[in-house]
């Protein structure tokens, strides 16, 4: 009986421990050529394709995190947003304070010098942002935006987030570095100084989505491995990209031309990568990779996200799939206001639903956000026009994308938990028979046992 209950517990953590060792992300990652540790798995990551925000990678997306300073894209998105209304240009002068440096002299926070008096043009001022990760220089373009109200300013991040859909964000500070850690300089009231950021993959993907969409100039602020400022000036600063997928960097790979990285004690390493081949644009976000104590994190985040973006480039396309002009769908004809693109996976053509004379491509996956619009308005040619599609075509696609969107780790809890629980109820009569078989052996010994005694005593 022994032998039996060894060789189902054999058998249980046999079967428990093959989704532990199955993990799809690290076979790709490994599969790419790129020698990784299981320690430094990213917490959460996400693809998706910057053209349409269809998701074509996605693992614990929406789990919130501490993006550091990744949040200083959000900042910056605001600076090119009052750009575009006119309120300044990235040749507009701010001229630095004696409050911005001593900003830049705070040791654990400092990314740069900043000097009292000096002007720095925006422009300038968003590279610092954008490369070095420079916490003066994002103080400085936000106090700007708001009439040096941190509150404000907090307000408008935050504002922003809910229009854009980012609905597991909120922000307590402009830079990702605790209110608290600017020594007094930075001073928001009503939010707490010493929270971080709160933010997750998915939303962060959401912002990069708009922000290329509406303001693809902060790409040349980040496009290059190496960039300089005031050049020609007492105030020269060269720095060195943190973005190690930049072509010319240690990570170099096709077509990245941004965008920004992250780290801190809480939230590890992070970083989001921006690429572009031929037309396809795809946006990756790699969360929660490594330690913080152990600061070569900067360079495992990396191979995670090359891996994931090549792996998404050789799987997907972006294509055109319509042409403008009349089209026939699913047996009624319709105008067509523009070529059709969308992304397909390779191999495999697209189908069509029209409805309301609404026409959407099905390509089987998900839009990273519902605020994304994912159809085209069509007109119906002809009197007797109809809407081809039906409601039930329309609820099996959405099924169908949620079956797909599910992640691996949702799918390896099946295992994990409850495979382990059937196998125990199936071999739980089992151990209770053999208990029950043990007291009763013991029962026999003792009353063999007594018979003795009293044969003795006879």
């Known amino acids: 009986m022994k032998r039996v209950v060894v060789w189902c517990l054999v058998f249980i953590l046999s079967l428990v421990s093959v989704p532990v060792w199955a993990d799809e992300l690290m076979d790709i990652t490994r599969a790419a050529g790129y020698d990784v540790k299981d320690i430094n798995r990213p917490r959460s990551s996400i693809i998706i394709d910057g053209n349409t925000g269809n998701i074509l990678w996605q693992d614990n997306p929406d789990e919130v995190r501490d993006p550091a300073s990744m949040s200083k894209v959000m900042t910056l998105y605001l600076v090119y947003e009052a750009i575009s209304q006119g309120k300044l240009t990235e040749d507009t002068v701010i ?70 859909g980012m ?55 980040t496009k290059h491995p190496v960039v300089t400022v005031k050049a020609g000036t007492p105030y020269e600063e060269t720095f060195e990209t943190y973005n190690y997928s930049l072509p010319g960097a240690r990570y170099g790979i096709e077509g990245v031309d941004g965008l920004k990285t992250g ?38 985040r990396h191979p995670f996200g090359n891996a994931l973006l090549e792996k998404a480039y050789a799987d997907y396309d972006y294509k055109k799939v319509l042409s403008a002009g009349k089209q026939t769908i699913n ?64 609820t099996g696609n959405t099924m169908l994308n949620k079956v797909t969107s599910i992640d691996w780790h949702l799918r390896s809890y099946w295992y994990v938990f409850l495979l382990p629980l059937v196998l125990i109820c199936l071999i739980l009569p089992f151990l209770i028979a053999h208990r029950k078989s043990k007291k ?19």
């Open 440 to 458: 009763r052996r013991e029962k026999m010994a003792e009353e063999a046992g007594l018979r003795s005694r009293r044969y003795r005593r006879r």
């Open 331 to 394: 047996g009624q004809t319709y105008q067509v206001p523009s070529d059709v693109y969308a992304t397909v996976r390779r191999g495999q053509e697209p189908t069509y639903t029209v409805e309301n004379n609404q026409l959407r491509v099905n390509n089987d996956l998900e839009v990273v956000s519902p605020l994304i619009s994912d159809s085209l308005a069509v007109e119906p040619m002809g009197n007797d026009a109809k809407t081809s599609a039906t409601s039930s075509t329309n």
């Open 95 to 164: 001229t630095a304070t004696e409050k911005d440096q001593a900003i830049a002299g705070i040791y654990e926070i400092s990314n740069n010098k900043i000097v009292a008096g000096v002007d720095y043009t925006v422009g300038e001022l968003i590279t610092m942002t954008a490369v070095p990760s420079s916490n003066a220089t994002t103080v400085m373009l936000a106090n700007y935006l708001s009439n040096n109200d941190p509150d404000t300013f907090l307000d408008m991040m935050n504002a922003k987030s809910q229009e854009l």
């Open 263 to 300: 780290s801190s004690p809480r939230g590890a390493f992070n970083y989001i990568a921006t690429a572009k081949r031929g037309e396809q644009r795809l946006i990756s976000l790699i969360m929660g990779v490594g330690d913080w104590s152990d600061q070569d994190g900067e360079y495992y």
């Open 167 to 221: 609905t597991n964000t909120h922000w307590f500070n402009a830079s990702g570095a605790s209110a608290a850690s600017f020594n007094g300089y930075y001073n928001p009231i009503r939010y707490d100084q010493y929270a971080p950021n709160q933010t997750t993959a998915r939303d962060l993907a959401i912002l990069v989505y708009h922000f290329l969409k509406n303001y693809p100039g902060i790409l040349e602020h």
